[in-house]
């Protein structure tokens, strides 16, 4: 609320921080699904357009996705979509299997029975919806990401730790322009591997568990690796 002279109470505009909010959610998202390209030129002029909001809190929404290592700024040519490379997919996948590691060992050691209800409920939410709506072409089912998403937020919230579960997060949104890549690249059944974690953590397995979800990391890099070199 704000107050006129005359004592008049009338509601808040907008403000430019909830706008920058909305056009930081919206870029995130096109650059985490692969709409936004790799080394794209975001223009704040063209992104204010686009996504209904003025240039102010555009710049503001840029400025977090680059702190976020979601966008780079270039001198002399503003802002772009922050590249993909194959050393930079290997370093993300080496740092998820790093956090991944502790956060699951701790989870199975430390992890609840509300816990446990908590990653049956994802892994049935998530069984029940197909990664593509057409598998050829490969064309990818949006409903799809939210589930995957909260799948692995489940796993690793019972390790006790919010710095590691957010940690573990961040890296996995990272992750997910890559996965865009390899579902693109390769249309296989995948589905067993969540599977076989869930049985691993639900039984205790904590080294079964570890193993598992390394491998769950590094087979979605190799299948980008291995169709970059194809081309």
């Known amino acids: 609320m704000r ?13 430019s921080q909830t706008t920058a909010s909305a056009i930081h959610a919206r870029l995130r998202r096109d650059i985490l699904c ?5 080394g794209e030129r975001l223009r704040v002029n063209d992104i204010a357009q686009r996504y209904g909001g003025g240039t102010i809190p555009t ?6 996705l680059t702190a976020e290592l979601l966008v780079v700024y270039l001198d002399q040519r503003g802002f772009a979509v922050a ?4 050393e930079g997919l290997e370093d993300l996948t080496r740092a998820r299997v790093w956090t991944a590691e502790v956060a699951v060992r701790e989870a199975v050691r430390n992890g ?10 994802a892994y049935h939410r998530l069984s029940k919806v197909s990664r593509y709506n057409s598998e050829d072409p490969p064309v990818q089912n949006e409903a799809y990401d939210p589930l995957h998403r909260e799948f692995h937020l489940q796993l690793f919230s019972g390790c006790g730790s919010v710095w590691m579960v957010d940690t573990c997060m961040r890296l996995f949104d990272h992750a997910q322009r890559y996965r865009s890549l390899s579902r693109q690249a390769v249309v296989m059944p995948r589905e067993c591997e969540h599977r076989d974690l869930v049985d691993a953590i639900l039984q205790r397995r904590a080294e079964d568990a ?13 299948i980008v ?3 970059q070199e194809g081309d």
């Open 3 to 15: 107050f006129h002279s005359s004592n008049e109470i009338v509601p808040n505009a907008p403000s």
């Open 34 to 38: 692969g709409a936004l390209k790799p």
């Open 59 to 64: 710049r503001e929404a840029l400025s977090r």
């Open 83 to 86: 590249p993909l490379s194959q």
């Open 112 to 121: 609840d029975a509300a816990w446990e209800e908590r990653v049956l409920l």
């Open 210 to 222: 570890v193993a598992l979800i390394g491998e769950h990391f590094r087979l979605t890099a190799r």
């Open 225 to 227: 690796i291995d169709s």
